[in-house]
Nanobody, 122 residues
Framework: QVQLVESGGGLVQAGGSLRLSCAAS????????MGWFRQAPGKEREFVAA????????YYADAVKGRFAISRDNAKNTVYLHMNSLKPDDTAVYYC???????????????WGQGTQVTVSS
């Protein structure tokens, strides 16, 4: 079992920045790939970014490429999502997830956090 707790969400103006954190506990954090997903009102949950546990390779959705960065600190059992140049379209609940392999697919992640709200005002 892996427990995940997100933090760092909030209200920010367009063009601003936020850093989300996801603290993990339970089974060895460093053995899991980590991902960030988001879900806007009335929309399906979608992939944002992922980072592998073996190579540290990162993957991004086209909508956030160049603006968001995912990183992990295995010593702190924490994964981060650095969000820059935020747009109103980035408004959503952001979820972190862990799985055996970095993937863009929701079904490849076994453990999920409760989510943190990010609201970007225009």
């Amino acid at each position: 079992q892996v427990q995940l707790v997100e933090s760092g969400g909030g209200l920010v103006q367009a063009g601003g920045s936020l850093r989300l954190s996801c603290a993990a506990s339970g089974r060895t954090f460093s053995l899991y790939a980590m991902g960030w997903f988001r879900q806007a009102p009335g929309k399906e949950r979608e992939f944002v970014a992922a980072i592998s546990y073996t190579t540290g390779s990162t993957y991004y959705a086209d909508a956030v490429k160049g603006r968001f960065a995912i990183s992990r600190d295995n010593a702190k059992n924490t994964v981060y999502l650095h969000m820059n140049s935020l747009k109103p379209d980035d408004t959503a609940v952001y979820y972190c997830a862990s799985g055996r392999h970095a993937s863009t697919l929701i079904e490849h992640y076994a453990y999920w956090g409760q989510g943190t709200q990010v609201t970007v005002s225009s």
